[in-house]
């Protein structure tokens, strides 16, 4: 029999969770902890199948106890229960990837079908165990103040968070970004949470969304083997206009409904916009576009609105380029949910100069990324996607 330990200080919703699960008593039996420090002591002496936790608890928060199943409990499923209660938070906290999240107050049926999944174990969108990237992206969120120690083997290091930003990093013989690139880089590691922090004053930057790029980007050129990691021809000539959509049949026409108004309407050329002259009034576009020009695996990006206006060109774009982006993007949420798989990942084609074109789709924009075949794009994603999903163009 699989067994829930759900843990939340209050002890009438226990009781209310309690009464609701009698229907799936059959299914899964359910063990309560009123904070961290009893979860721990239930999962040192119990076989724990799936842990649901609350964030804000005495003693042991949450996050503490995250960390600790991180280090001790890698392979648990966990389901984080969240009252940030703001569309904006909703939308990172989907992106963080490695949780399972419920806003209170509860939607029960939602519940259940989080917990059956989990239970499945591996089953399609549902991923065990705790990541580091998705443990600091949550301190994010929450606007948590804590000193984080990651050890790693013999590596230890500390992040400084204050009010959700990183503001310092250290190792033994580095600090700063430095420091907090190798952090990120570490495998196998025990997170350890200290609700305190020393500094006042930033020593990083960066957002926490390039920092995890970065260094995940550092740990891919690290890990290239040489075979993967011979250098590429010069792409002078290569960009996204080497696009030919001429005769181009997709053969979509038929799951489109042939509906015209699903392609936007033309958007502006290359020469009205190619330079920052619209989104340096938008901060958080702005430090989209930034971390952009900063990853040399990206020869050339596109950002795009929903309604196929051209937002921002690293090199040239023409409306047609812009189109096409924005109708891919439409074209794959379409079919995913008409196959029942989940929220968009990304899209991935191959160009005619032999790179890649990786597509994602934020709340209000869609970007288009020309980066190397070597280049794997599942790191690119998960790195841009938390900002991407921040930017509106209202």
Same mark, same amino acid.
């Given at each position: 029999?699989?067994?829930?330990?759900?843990?939340?200080?209050?002890?009438?919703? &226990?009781?209310? &969770?309690?009464?609701?699960?009698?229907?799936?008593?059959?299914?899964?039996?359910?063990?309560?902890?009123?904070?961290? $420090?009893?979860?721990?002591?239930?999962?040192?002496?119990?076989?724990?199948?799936?842990?649901?936790?609350?964030?804000?608890?005495?003693?042991?928060?949450?996050?503490?106890?995250?960390?600790?199943?991180?280090?001790?409990?890698?392979?648990?499923?966990?389901?984080?229960?969240?009252?940030?209660?703001?569309?904006?938070?909703?939308?990172?906290? !989907?992106?963080?990837?490695?949780?399972?999240?419920?806003? #209170?107050?509860?939607?029960?049926?939602?519940?259940?079908? #989080?917990?059956?999944?989990?239970?499945?174990?591996?089953? #399609?969108?549902?991923?065990?165990?705790v990541s580091l990237s998705s443990f600091l992206q949550l301190l994010e969120l929450d606007k948590k103040t804590?000193?984080?120690?990651?050890?790693?083997?013999?590596?230890?290091?500390?992040?400084?968070?204050?009010?959700?930003?990183?503001?310092?990093?250290?190792?033994?013989?580095?600090?700063?970004?430095?420091?907090?690139?190798?952090?990120?880089?570490? !495998?196998?590691?025990?997170?350890?949470?200290?609700?305190?922090? /020393?500094?006042?004053?930033?020593?990083?930057?960066?957002?926490?969304?390039?920092?995890?790029?970065?260094?995940?980007?550092?740990?891919? $050129?690290?890990?290239?083997?040489?075979?993967? =990691?011979?250098?590429?021809?010069?792409?002078?000539? +290569?960009?996204?206009? =080497?696009?030919?959509?001429?005769?181009?049949?997709?053969?979509?026409?038929?799951?489109?409904?042939?509906?015209?108004?699903?392609?936007?309407?033309?958007?502006?050329?290359?020469?009205?916009?190619?330079?920052? =002259?619209?989104?340096?009034?938008?901060?958080?576009?702005?430090?989209?576009?930034?971390?952009?020009? +900063?990853?040399?695996?990206?020869?050339?990006?596109?950002?795009?609105? !929903?309604?196929?206006?051209?937002?921002?060109?690293? /090199?040239?774009?023409?409306?047609?380029?812009?189109?096409?982006?924005?109708?891919?993007?439409?074209?794959?949420?379409?079919?995913?949910?008409?196959?029942?798989?989940?929220?968009?990942?990304?899209?991935?084609?191959? &160009?005619?100069?032999?790179?890649?074109?990786?597509? &994602?789709?934020? /709340?209000?924009?869609?970007?288009g990324l020309e980066i190397s075949k070597t280049i794997p794009p599942g790191p690119v994603a998960a790195g841009?996607?938390?900002?991407?999903?921040?930017?509106?163009?209202?």
């Open positions: 029999m699989n067994t829930v330990l759900i843990v939340d200080d209050d002890e009438s919703f &226990l009781l209310s &969770l309690i009464d609701g699960f009698k229907s799936y008593e059959d299914q899964f039996g359910i063990i309560t902890a009123h904070n961290g $420090e009893e979860a721990v002591t239930i999962l040192d002496e119990q076989d724990i199948h799936l842990v649901l936790t609350d964030l804000k608890m005495p003693k042991m928060d949450g996050f503490a106890l995250v960390a600790h199943l991180s280090a001790h409990h890698p392979e648990l499923p966990v389901i984080v229960m969240t009252a940030f209660g703001t569309p904006d938070i909703e939308e990172n906290l !989907k992106e963080i990837g490695a949780f399972q999240y419920i806003e #209170k107050p509860i939607d029960f049926n939602l519940l259940v079908t #989080k917990i059956l999944k989990g239970l499945e174990g591996r089953s #399609k969108g549902f991923i065990t165990g804590c000193t984080v120690t990651v050890r790693s083997g013999k590596h230890q290091g500390n992040m400084y968070f204050r009010n959700g930003d990183l503001l310092d990093a250290d190792t033994d013989d580095l600090s700063g970004e430095d420091a907090a690139f190798t952090i990120i880089s570490w !495998k196998n590691v025990e997170i350890v949470l200290d609700n305190s922090c /020393k500094i006042t004053e930033p020593k990083i930057h960066d957002s926490l969304g390039f920092i995890l790029l970065e260094g995940s980007r550092r740990q891919d $050129e690290q890990n290239a083997s040489p075979t993967n =990691s011979i250098p590429q021809p010069a792409t002078s000539g +290569a960009s996204l206009d =080497s696009i030919d959509l001429t005769g181009m049949d997709l053969g979509l026409d038929d799951f489109l409904h042939e509906d015209e108004d699903i392609l936007p309407p033309p958007s502006m050329t290359a020469e009205t916009l190619t330079t920052a =002259s619209t989104h340096t009034a938008n901060p958080i576009l702005q430090q989209f576009i930034t971390m952009l020009d +900063a990853m040399p695996e990206i020869s050339n990006s596109i950002l795009v609105s !929903k309604d196929g206006n051209l937002v921002y060109a690293a /090199k040239t774009a023409d409306d047609q380029i812009s189109n096409f982006i924005t109708y891919i993007s439409v074209v794959s949420q379409q079919l995913q949910e008409a196959m029942g798989t989940g929220e968009q990942q990304y899209t991935m084609l191959t &160009l005619s100069s032999g790179n890649n074109l990786l597509i &994602l789709s934020g /709340k209000d924009v869609v970007v841009l996607r938390p900002v991407l999903s921040r930017i509106s163009m209202q």
